[in-house]
């Protein structure tokens, strides 16, 4: 069977391609290694995330997570299997952290369906581009589950209080329209094929700015989630202090004295 997630490394772009439409146990493992890897990978600047033919994610596997960890799930045992299924939900949250944690902007590509852990992971991203034929649905109530990978603790800063509990009370399904509209994906594209590409070329985009200036503006940007402006602007003022001088501002200066494309090599 095929890894659960096949990383790819083209330019300065990582993609990382899901070859499952599920979410088993095997690719909350993989989850977990992803952040690693992607820091092994030299010049990073942007990663694009997209899933397989079917759907983007159908969300989590409960045959497979059942048959994995099915003991944890029922309502029998006490206080070590209590313990036990405390401690699986937080490394499975720590992997959806540990990607919106990445220094470089992620870019998703959603196509068919996203559900559940599929917009989890949909959440942790910068950015969200979809297909028309995109059906996005905060499933987990209708199974009787607090969603708890993410996207309660997410959406609100991405689409707001209303939108986002009116999708988590009711579970219900919206279509790429929907979610255009209030805000939850950037732009729509015909098919999965088209904006697979839009998001690669909007990380190419990305990729071509000055590497560390782009890292600075996604730290200054996660600093101020949920703080005083007057927060963010002390910190940035820092950050600036810091790290403005570099080559690459030479190089911007320069480039735009010639006239000519700059090339930015994050020094």
């Known amino acids: 069977m095929s890894e659960p997630i096949a990383l790819t490394f083209e330019g300065h772009v990582a993609t990382a391609a899901l070859t499952r439409p599920t979410m088993d146990p095997a690719f909350f493992d993989a989850l977990e290694k992803l952040p690693a890897r992607l820091a092994e990978l030299d010049d990073l600047r942007a990663v694009v995330l997209h899933g397989p033919d079917k759907a983007f994610s159908y969300g989590l596997d409960l045959p497979a997570t059942f048959k994995a960890h099915g003991r ?19 490394r499975w949250q720590a992997a959806f952290t540990a990607m ?17 852990g599929g917009l989890d992971l ?20 209708k199974i009787a589950i607090v969603a708890d990978l993410g996207s309660l603790q997410r959406l609100p800063a991405l689409i707001g209080q209303g939108h986002t509990r009116e999708l988590a009370f009711t579970g219900k399904t919206i279509d790429a329209q929907r979610a255009h509209a209030i805000g939850l994906v950037n732009d729509l594209f015909d098919d999965r094929e088209a904006v697979v590409a839009a998001a690669h070329a909007m990380a190419r985009e990305i990729a071509a700015n000055p590497p560390l200036t782009v890292r600075g503006v996604k730290d200054v940007l996660d600093f101020g989630l949920g703080r005083r402006p007057e927060d963010g602007l002390s910190y940035v003022a820092a950050w600036n202090s810091a790290f403005l001088a570099s080559e690459d501002l030479a190089e911007a200066v320069s480039a735009f004295m010639a006239r000519r494309e700059p090339v930015f090599k994050g020094r």
């Open 122 to 141: 949909a959440s942790a991203c910068d950015v969200r581009l979809a297909s028309r034929d995109a059906k996005i649905s905060l499933r987990e109530t």
């Open 72 to 90: 944890l799930f029922s309502g029998g045992g006490l206080a070590a299997e209590r313990t036990e299924l405390l401690a699986l939900i937080r």
């Open 100 to 116: 919106a944690q990445l220094p470089v902007p992620t870019i998703a590509a959603l196509h068919g369906w996203c559900i559940g």
